[in-house]
């Protein structure tokens, strides 16, 4: 099979109208939204079958994350909350027992969500021990051990796999003999002198990873998801796959690996004022080892082609999900949503990795197709990663919790209902204190939060302890000028200060009981025999 083709797809074959029986959403790990072509594209790299999602359904153009870190954004994907209330801040920090997320919503009507790929999701197991409680239901147990998920397959592909891993079974039967295939083949490769080169280090990014392209991360999920949707028939189904590409180690498989040279893939975008006087915070981040190495030009052009070489395998693979699906009859009754978990500043800023609120890392691909919704959809409103679970709901046909959900359905945007979502500004926060930033800062645990607030033309960063930082992105779309201590600005920061304050005291706190529950006891005292409050 060639999977590498400059050929544009094929027509997707599809009847708008139709009832959602399916679902299928997709998520990338730190891909960058500039680097799809419907978004702009980068250099020489083209995504076609990305492209073609996104003219057979909506391209929103102002989707955000609510953290630019794993494990909070992807709890706020499948919470449909903001970390400032499902209380996940950072990577490997527990889910609290009392959040539900996309499968505990599905559950009660029949249906699972099934899981291939990574989630970050660990849950709160501390909290079952210290109250002496045992899940005896089996599938209620998978769902609070796998947040919310049915595991088909959890790959996180950050480490190597344990002994009963599928992908490692795989990797063996395929002849990858080894203690440690994914070390030694997936992001393993041979240097020049026909010795391992550890795939960890950034020099050794252009080189090709040992591993078969079939046989690679993006291409053997992909086949699974498509075994899985074959094998399900007529059943509904809903399946979450979660592609760890293209996120570190930055190693792609033959022809990946080469496709791009430094050349044809863009630069970064950072300002000497970035350098020679940033905002504090910027300036501890600018100090990490991973920062350190992209503000190196040998380095960004070396690791930035083989990140555009990931991307294009992910676009490939794309158009092998699509053709199935159209092969199998399920584009007429599949809601289909394609995004990212957040992006990646490859340089950008003199930083690497991700974290910070420029928009590199904070702004992602959001693309959604609806059956019974018009393709070709060019959407300016502004969407949040909260807005995964509500549409889910509703495309489903199932209720909305809406006492704890604080994303908001897009069905009626997409389906001509309503003309606009109607938000007017998207939020962000960072808890740094797990970084050595914190060290760098002298800053205690508690003292780490960061704030973002970002509305039709500026963006606000409010940092605790430090003075804030304030970007006018329509004369500055690149975010190199911090207007966050010009005078002339301070209206424009008392303004956005106010909007971040009005969405704080707007938090879904209360998320024990629904609106009806509330309702009915309000001053439910009056119904009471012989209570009498206040009563002369």
């Given at each position: 099979?060639?999977?590498?083709?400059?050929?544009?797809?094929?027509?997707?074959?599809?009847?708008?109208?139709?009832?959602?029986?399916?679902?299928?959403?997709?998520?990338?790990?730190?891909?960058?939204?500039?680097?799809?072509?419907?978004?702009?594209?980068?250099?020489?790299?083209?995504?076609?079958?990305?492209?073609?999602?996104?003219?057979?359904?909506?391209?929103?153009?102002?989707?955000?994350?609510?953290?630019?870190?794993?494990?909070?954004?992807?709890?706020?994907?499948?919470?449909?909350?903001?970390?400032?209330?499902?209380?996940?801040?950072?990577?490997?920090?527990?889910l609290?027992?009392?959040?539900?997320?996309?499968?505990?919503?599905?559950?009660?009507a029949?249906?699972?969500?099934?899981?291939?790929?990574?989630?970050?999701?660990?849950?709160?197991?501390?909290?079952?021990?210290?109250?002496?409680?045992?899940?005896?239901?089996?599938?209620?147990?998978?769902?609070?051990?796998?947040?919310?998920?049915?595991?088909?397959?959890?790959?996180?592909?950050?480490?190597?796999?344990?002994?009963?891993?599928?992908?490692?079974?795989?990797?063996?039967a395929?002849?990858?003999?080894?203690?440690?295939?994914?070390?030694?083949?997936?992001?393993?490769?041979?240097?020049?002198?026909?010795?391992?080169?550890?795939?960890?280090?950034?020099?050794?990014?252009?080189?090709?990873?040992?591993?078969?392209?079939?046989?690679s991360?993006?291409?053997?999920?992909?086949?699974?998801?498509?075994?899985?949707?074959?094998?399900?028939?007529?059943?509904?189904?809903?399946?979450?796959?979660?592609?760890?590409?293209?996120?570190?180690?930055?190693?792609?498989?033959?022809?990946?690996?080469?496709?791009y040279?430094?050349?044809?893939?863009?630069?970064?975008?950072?300002?000497?004022?970035?350098?020679?006087?940033?905002?504090?915070?910027?300036?501890?981040?600018?100090?990490?080892?991973?920062?350190?190495?992209?503000?190196?030009?040998?380095?960004w052009?070396?690791?930035?082609?083989?990140?555009?070489?990931?991307v294009?395998?992910?676009?490939?693979?794309?158009?092998?999900?699509?053709?199935?699906?159209?092969?199998?009859?399920?584009?007429?009754?599949?809601?289909?949503?394609?995004?990212?978990?957040?992006?990646?500043?490859?340089?950008?800023?003199?930083?690497?990795?991700?974290?910070?609120?420029?928009?590199?890392?904070?702004?992602v691909?959001?693309?959604?197709?609806?059956?019974?919704?018009?393709?070709?959809?060019?959407?300016?409103?502004?969407?949040?990663?909260?807005?995964?679970?509500?549409?889910v709901?509703?495309?489903?046909?199932?209720?909305?919790?809406?006492?704890?959900?604080?994303?908001?359905?897009?069905?009626?945007?997409?389906?001509?209902?309503?003309?606009?979502?109607g938000?007017?500004?998207?939020?962000?926060?960072?808890?740094?204190a797990?970084?050595?930033?914190?060290?760098?800062?002298?800053?205690?645990?508690?003292?780490?939060?960061?704030?973002?607030?970002?509305?039709?033309?500026?963006?606000?960063?409010?940092?605790?302890?430090?003075?804030?930082?304030?970007?006018?992105?329509?004369?500055?779309?690149?975010?190199?000028?911090?207007?966050?201590?010009?005078?002339?600005?301070?209206?424009?920061?008392?303004?956005?200060?106010?909007?971040?304050?009005?969405?704080?005291?707007?938090?879904?706190?209360?998320?024990?009981?629904?609106?009806?529950?509330?309702?009915?006891?309000?001053?439910?005292?009056?119904?009471?025999?012989?209570?009498?409050?206040?009563?002369?």
């Amino acid at each position: 099979m060639d999977t590498h083709s400059s050929s544009e797809p094929g027509p997707v074959q599809g009847r708008h109208g139709r009832k959602v029986r399916n679902v299928l959403f997709v998520m990338c790990d730190q891909l960058r939204a500039d680097h799809l072509g419907c978004y702009g594209g980068s250099g020489a790299l083209t995504t076609p079958h990305i492209d073609r999602l996104a003219a057979q359904g909506a391209r929103f153009d102002r989707a955000y994350v609510t953290s630019a870190v794993c494990g909070p954004s992807r709890a706020s994907f499948y919470t449909g909350r903001y970390p400032m209330s499902h209380r996940v801040t950072w990577n490997r920090v527990p889910l609290p027992l009392d959040e539900l997320s996309l499968g505990d919503y599905l559950a009660p009507a029949g249906l699972e969500c099934s899981l291939l790929g990574k989630t970050h999701v660990v849950p709160h197991r501390a909290a079952l021990q210290e109250r002496g409680l045992e899940l005896d239901d089996a599938a209620a147990r998978t769902r609070f051990l796998e947040g919310g998920f049915t595991p088909l397959e959890r790959y996180e592909g950050h480490f190597e796999m344990a002994a009963d891993s599928p992908y490692r079974a795989h990797l063996l039967a395929r002849g990858y003999t080894s203690e440690r295939p994914w070390t030694d083949h997936v992001i393993g490769s041979v240097g020049p002198d026909g010795q391992p080169a550890n795939g960890w280090l950034l020099r050794n990014a252009g080189l090709a990873a040992r591993v078969r392209e079939e046989d690679s991360e993006t291409a053997y999920l992909t086949t699974r998801a498509i075994d899985f949707i074959r094998t399900r028939g007529e059943q509904p189904w809903v399946l979450h796959l979660s592609y760890i590409k293209p996120h570190w180690p930055y190693k792609a498989p033959a022809p990946y690996h080469a496709l791009y040279s430094a050349d044809e893939v863009a630069p970064p975008v950072r300002g000497q004022a970035e350098r020679q006087n940033p905002h504090p915070v910027h300036a501890a981040y600018q100090r990490l080892e991973e920062s350190q190495s992209f503000a190196r030009d040998e380095v960004w052009r070396t690791v930035r082609p083989v990140y555009a070489g990931l991307v294009k395998q992910i676009d490939d693979q794309m158009g092998r999900l699509m053709a199935a699906l159209s092969e199998l009859g399920r584009l007429d009754d599949t809601l289909i949503v394609f995004t990212a978990d957040h992006g990646d500043f490859l340089g950008d800023h003199w930083l690497g990795e991700k974290e910070y609120f420029f928009e590199p890392v904070q702004r992602v691909p959001f693309i959604v197709c609806d059956p019974s919704a018009a393709p070709g959809q060019v959407r300016q409103d502004f969407v949040e990663c909260i807005d995964v679970v509500p549409t889910v709901l509703e495309a489903l046909g199932l209720p909305l919790p809406e006492h704890r959900l604080e994303g908001r359905s897009l069905l009626p945007l997409l389906r001509g209902q309503v003309p606009a979502l109607g938000r007017e500004a998207v939020f962000g926060s960072l808890d740094y204190a797990y970084r050595e930033a914190r060290h760098f800062l002298s800053r205690q645990p508690h003292e780490c939060t960061g704030w973002m607030v970002r509305d039709e033309r500026h963006k606000l960063i409010v940092w605790e302890g430090y003075g804030p930082q304030l970007f006018d992105l329509q004369d500055d779309p690149q975010e190199l000028r911090d207007l966050g201590s010009d005078a002339a600005h301070e209206p424009v920061r008392r303004r956005l200060k106010d909007q971040l304050l009005e969405w704080m005291l707007q938090r879904r706190r209360r998320a024990t009981e629904t609106t009806a529950q509330v309702q009915d006891r309000t001053h439910a005292h009056e119904r009471m025999i012989n209570i009498l409050i206040g009563r002369w």
